[in-house]
């Protein structure tokens, strides 16, 4: 439906009657596209099978490292990086972030 939005609205009652409409219409379609998405979804669950899926119920073990004497934190993307990868040293910002 398309409506010049540049023109002056009228309190007819065409335009209540038109706009009620155009809401019944809308809940419908609403009602219609929400029923459609859950068939979707409960079809994906059924059908799609994560890769790592068996992994979920392992703990993961990791090893942290300090930082160290030769590596700085980015102040941008605070990441920590090798000296070779600082840009500025005043702003202490990696090459990646500095460009």
């Keep these: 439906m398309a ?6 609205r009228g309190a007819d009652a065409d335009d209540d009657d038109l706009q009620e409409q155009s809401l019944e219409a809308l809940k419908a379609q609403r009602v219609g ?3 459609d998405l859950g068939d979707d ?3 994906l669950e059924t ?3 994560l890769p790592d899926a068996e992994v979920r119920d392992e703990e993961l073990a ?3 490292l ?4 030769d590596e700085f ?3 941008s993307c605070f990441l ?4 070779s990868q600082l840009a500025d040293a005043r702003r202490t910002v990696c090459s990646d972030c500095a460009a």
Aim: aromatic share 4%.
């Design 3 to 8: 409506r010049d939005f540049d023109a002056r």
């Design 33 to 35: 596209a929400a029923a």
């Design 41 to 43: 979804v409960d079809a």
């Design 47 to 49: 059908e799609l099978d």
């Design 62 to 64: 990791l090893r942290v």
């Design 66 to 69: 300090p930082r160290q004497a």
């Design 73 to 75: 934190t980015c102040t």
């Design 80 to 83: 920590i990086h090798h000296r």
